[in-house]
């Protein structure tokens, strides 16, 4: 069965770079979280989207924006990247409501340096 | 308030052995699901075991069951017959109808089996 699909899975940055995370949700999943995991930290949540308009924010700095495109594929920038955004990035995908599934990605782990 | 707190930072279990990590919750919407997450030290977050707070019956995937008490607010799960192989961090997590559709973690339980 198909799963959410991340990429890059592994990504260096220096400081001050700009960084895009992809992600491709399972088809027919109308909604898209993404997620930011430190290390030791629990998943603190970003934004979402659901048919492709932004549906919640999270905790997610002015530096970070996404989007969901036509095709529910969405993506994460991240801009002017600080050493405290190192972190396993995931997107998780899900059908609408909140007594279904969510499935993550196998997510992006991105270190700045 | 925590909506999701897991008190055990750390569990052991002998192998084959069965163990309960503890999960309470707490929500004032009616409707809202219940998941646990499995990530193993390489990173990816496994989706386990759902329980909708409409269910009547408990939640079982193979070795995996949620122990879910609704008046309690908790939604414990209970791995049966450990294998080394589930040595990971669990989380535990909830989704509100009121908070579109994210979902909350808990701070997770390390669980380490023993041969």
């Known amino acids: 069965a198909a799963g959410v699909i991340q990429s890059p899975r592994h990504l260096i940055k220096e400081k001050r770079e700009t960084a895009t995370l992809k992600c491709y949700p399972i088809?027919?999943?109308?909604?898209v979280y993404w997620y930011q995991q430190g290390p030791g930290q629990d998943p603190q949540f970003l934004i979402s989207?659901?048919?492709?308009?932004?549906?919640d924010k999270g905790s997610i700095p002015d530096r970070f924006s996404a989007q969901q495109f036509s095709d529910y594929h969405s993506e994460l920038n991240m801009s002017s990247l600080e050493l405290g955004d190192s972190a396993l990035y995931f997107c998780?995908?899900?059908?609408?409501?909140?007594?279904?599934?969510?499935?993550f990605g196998q997510g992006t782990r991105l270190t700045v340096v | 308030a925590q909506k999701i707190t897991q008190t055990q930072p750390g569990m052991f279990v002998q192998e084959k052995e069965a163990v309960t990590l503890d999960c309470t919750y707490d929500?004032?919407?009616?409707?809202?699901?219940l998941f646990w997450y499995k990530q193993p030290s390489s990173g990816e977050m496994i989706f386990l075991i759902y329980?909708?707070?409409?269910?009547?019956q408990n939640a079982t995937e193979g070795r995996y069951s949620l122990n879910f008490q609704k008046a309690r607010k908790s939604a414990n799960l209970v791995i049966s017959a450990s294998q080394l192989g589930d040595s990971a961090m669990y989380f535990c997590?909830?989704?509100?109808?009121?908070?579109?559709?994210?979902?909350?973690f808990g701070s997770g339980t390390q669980l380490t089996v023993l041969p």
């Open positions: 998780a995908s899900s059908e609408q409501g909140a007594n279904t599934e969510a499935f």
């Open positions: 088809p027919r999943h109308d909604t």
């Open positions: 929500t004032s919407d009616p409707s809202y699901g």
């Open positions: 329980q909708g707070s409409y269910d009547q």
């Open positions: 989207f659901y048919e492709k308009m932004q549906s």
């Open positions: 997590a909830m989704r509100e109808i009121g908070s579109a559709r994210q979902l909350t």
